[in-house]
């Protein structure tokens, strides 16, 4: 029996499947008008990107939202429309630290080795499920090498928008089976480079390029979406490497590639970008972004290049409970895994302690990225710290110097968010 595929829907079905989407949530929200023109604000600006249909005949509007039509994507909704205040819809889960790559820009590299243990785990996954979160990146570390700990997780929110970034490092047939079973959306396997020797020096262990491949191949006949997770410096971008890594994923099958520029934190915390050749970077990221998301581009892998979603034409930085957070494998609660601070520890403050500390620091976004404008800052209290990230007694020291940037201007226009004094200067 041949499965079904899933396919990008462009022209006027794209048009026709966003009109009957306006319908649906017109009949949903009709005594909430409010609530209907805030909704139809938001996923309008997902037009511009590819829409996908899935072989389960749901659709993906956008790599970060739920699938529609299902509860998750309307619990995503709700969270951002009607919730009051606003609730985040996604976060990116550590279940462990363990990995057998050296990755040189791994964010974790400096945290300790600790473990929450995984009936305060699951207790404070509970939780955030309860809370609305929908939209879950579950990792490691290498996430199959604890998979006692994977497998728990996802029981719990299996059916919601699930991701496991994995880079197939002891990956079984039965591991693979079992994520199916468990309803995981995607995986996504670190492919930095179209070479292997190059990425296989990357991440320090030989044969890991193919055993990525191999994965995300095994993954792809059980039915699941699957996806590179890409870092490519400034000067690859500038040189063509976002054209080579699009064909190379088309070529392999793959639905995704999730483009993440380099980054001053955890193990390249402290590292200095040419400036000049990064605004470049992020130039030409955005424009790809724009022509492989268009109906001009022949290939069907679709690009979702950070720089782009996270741009003031789209969302802007929505870290810090905003639209994300990061739980590290230890049970810390910072704003996005790329920002080393800590808001407190879910073994040790609980979930709800440490989110009401991360949202009063982020009460709004902003287009200023917070990875990059504080990366100095956070450096420099690092020093005094053996281990990242920053614990809640430095964090709360550094963040009330912070100030809230320039508001983005799409959810300044739904005024969900309370209004606050833009940056200066």
Request: charged share 25%; proline share 5%; glycine share 6%.
């Amino acid at each position: 029996m041949t499965m079904k595929k899933s396919e990008n829907i462009t022209g006027l079905r794209k048009l026709a499947f966003y009109v009957r989407m306006s319908l649906e949530c017109a009949l949903r929200y009709w005594r909430h008008p409010s609530a209907l023109v805030k909704a139809s604000r938001l996923t309008r600006i997902f037009y511009r990107h590819k829409l996908k249909r899935l072989a389960s005949g749901e659709y993906k509007l956008d790599f970060y939202l739920p699938r529609y039509p299902s509860q998750a994507f309307f619990t995503a909704l709700e969270d951002k429309v009607a919730a009051r205040p606003p609730r985040p819809v996604s976060v990116v889960l550590s279940i462990s630290k363990a990995c057998a790559y050296k990755c040189p820009h791994c964010y974790q590299r400096k945290d300790e080795a600790h473990e929450l243990p995984l009936p305060v785990l699951i207790e404070n996954v509970r939780k955030m499920r309860d809370f609305g979160i929908v939209a879950w990146a579950v990792e490691g570390g290498e996430p199959l090498i604890r998979f006692d700990r994977l497998e728990a997780v996802l029981a719990e929110i299996s059916g919601l928008e699930v991701w496991v970034n994995s880079t197939g490092y002891t990956a079984t047939p039965e591991k693979i089976r079992r994520l199916a079973e468990l309803k995981t959306t995607g995986v996504m396997s670190s492919i930095h480079s179209i070479d292997r020797d190059a990425h296989d020096a990357f991440t320090g262990v030989a044969g890991s390029w193919r055993r990525a491949l191999e994965f995300l191949r095994d993954c792809r006949e059980t039915g699941m979406l699957t996806g590179f997770n890409t870092v490519l410096s400034d000067s690859e971008v500038v040189d063509g490497g976002i054209d080579r890594i699009m064909s190379f994923a088309s070529e392999h099958g793959c639905d995704y590639v999730q483009l993440i520029h380099p980054k001053a934190c955890g193990a390249w915390m402290g590292k200095a970008f040419d400036r000049s050749l990064h605004a470049e970077a992020v130039r030409v990221a955005c424009e790809a972004q724009r022509h492989y998301n268009s109906a001009k581009s022949r290939i069907p892998t679709i690009l979702t290049a950070q720089v782009y979603e996270e741009s003031p034409e789209m969302l802007g930085c929505c870290c810090g409970g905003i639209d994300r957070f990061y739980v590290g494998a230890g049970g810390e609660v910072q704003p996005c895994e790329f920002v080393n601070i800590s808001f407190g520890n879910l073994e040790k403050d609980g979930f709800e302690t440490a989110y009401e500390r991360m949202r009063k620091a982020f009460p709004v976004p902003c287009e200023e990225w917070t990875c990059e404008r504080h990366a100095k800052e956070i450096a420099a209290a690092a020093a005094d710290f053996s281990a990242l990230p920053l614990p809640w007694s430095a964090t709360e020291k550094l963040v009330a110097g912070w100030k809230t940037g320039t508001p983005t201007k799409v959810y300044e226009k739904m005024g969900i968010y309370r209004k606050v004094e833009k940056l200066k200067g």
